[in-house]
């Protein structure tokens, strides 16, 4: 736990619904969801009780029909962390929680803005392919982090 946290207060993250998330604490995040189908896989990071970020996840799943086309690896399609939560490295916390505990694959691609490629490289990526295109940002990202034993 880094030490930007209260070590009493337990950072956790866990699969949620998607219309559970409240839009105005995740104003980024609902902007997306109209995209989102059954194929999306959303959690939530909790301090304690208090939802504090949240992801959206493109499995691998190359069995479901329609919706998003599989890459042959997992796509982290929205990450965002409360905006009073911020700047106080709790985003680095859930990063590192999502790919340890979260994302088993090695290769993650990854939909964003440019400005974030620095925030994902602190997190522990190394960034393989970069495209800006009109409608998104893509980076491929390998993990170099160590899977948490047991």
């Keep these: ?3 930007n946290t209260n070590q009493d207060e ?3 993250v866990t699969l949620i619904d998607y219309d559970d998330v409240p839009g105005h604490l995740f104003p980024f ?3 997306y969801r109209m995209f989102f189908d059954e194929q999306i896989r959303c959690y939530g990071f909790f301090l304690e009780a208090e939802l504090v970020a949240v992801t959206a996840i493109i499995p691998t799943e190359e069995d479901i029909e329609g919706g998003f086309i599989s890459v042959g690896c997992p796509i982290i399609y ?3 962390v409360r905006e009073d939560k911020r700047r106080k490295g709790l985003g680095f916390e859930c990063a590192q929680l999502l790919i340890r505990d979260v994302i088993e694959e090695d290769t993650v691609q990854l939909c964003c803005s ?3 490629k620095p925030f994902w490289e602190k997190v522990g990526f190394e960034i393989m392919y970069f495209d800006q295109s009109l409608y998104m940002n893509k980076m491929i990202l390998r993990k170099e982090i160590e899977k948490k034993n047991g």
């Design 1 to 3: 736990m880094n030490s």
């Design 10 to 12: 337990e950072l956790t």
């Design 29 to 31: 995040f609902t902007s």
């Design 78 to 80: 929205v990450f965002e």
């Design 114 to 116: 440019p400005f974030v």
